[in-house]
């Protein structure tokens, strides 16, 4: 009997006759050989949407970004598409609260608004939506409050009346980041209900309770006004915890999943792709742009640089899709 192992050849031939260095002398070949590329079509960028007309305010904790009033915000989603970001995500910011959220499923509110007018603007833009309760809550969580305590079964119903409100607004996708148990399926009943059978799903289903949060917060407006999210939100000691997320969120009909953050969860990133195959998301989080951000501004890295390969890494875990602050900067620098 012939012994194949032994008769196989080695799977890498030895040095000298190996060189892996040749496939790296020029820059031809090096990019005739990458494994994992950047694309901006591959993109998405977050808005932060207000109420009002010719609204700009500068976020000094996300630089280069501002709350947009829903005309600029069309503006800057028709000069994401036109230099190939197919996307954006919007997130309402408010000063109307209230203990019921009832901001969230208002049609005159910021995104709703929005969402109108970015599609009048450029049609062809996926309008994705954030549907979550903290911007519109006096308390700043995710649910509505029974007894000082986060409600899950009650908080549902809102959450899918907000997802409604943004189909009916022209949304092509909703994106529920709340981590209310069973909200993909509520979602999902309440949108084919009223006739939204074609909007999909992206559910952030491994949301970690993460400190990379704090410049989004800043900027949204929805900082928890006590305790904190860690009763609905990950722990990121915890990956199999993740993974049963995603199962569930599977089998109640989500058509994308995400993982929140990106960067500190690449194998967070590997593992769910490894396991589903449903279009993987990642989010690339306020804390991981401006930490690189701050790093720039003090001469310490090359900013493209350094988010270009941060940007890789992710797409490289298993991302299909990256939300990401550095959405618009990408296509030049590609």
Known sequence: MIDRAAAAPPAVAPFPQARPRRLRASATLRRMVRETRLTPDRFVLPLFVVEGAGVTQPLDSLPGHARLSADLAAQAARQAYAVGVPAVLLFGVTDRKDESASG??????????????????????????????????????????????????????????????????????????????????????????????????MSYAAKYASAFYSPFRDAAGSAPAFGDRRGYQLDPGNVREALRECALDVGEGADVLMVKPALPYLDVIRAVRERFELPLAAYSVSGEYAMLKAAAAAGDVDERAAALESLTAIRRAGADIVVTYWAKELAPWL
């Open 104 to 201: 969230a499923h208002d049609p005159g509110g910021a995104v709703q608004t929005a969402i109108a007018a970015i599609k009048d603007a450029e049609p062809d833009v996926v309008v994705v939506t954030d549907v979550c309760l903290c911007a519109y809550t006096d308390h700043g969580h995710c649910g509505i409050l029974v007894d000082g305590e986060v409600a899950n079964d009650v908080s549902l119903e809102v959450i899918a009346r907000a997802a409604v409100s943004h189909a009916d607004a022209g949304a092509d996708v909703v994106a529920p980041s709340d981590m209310m148990d069973g909200r993909v399926g509520a979602i999902r009943s309440a949108l084919d209900a009223e006739g939204h059978e074609g909007v999909s799903i």
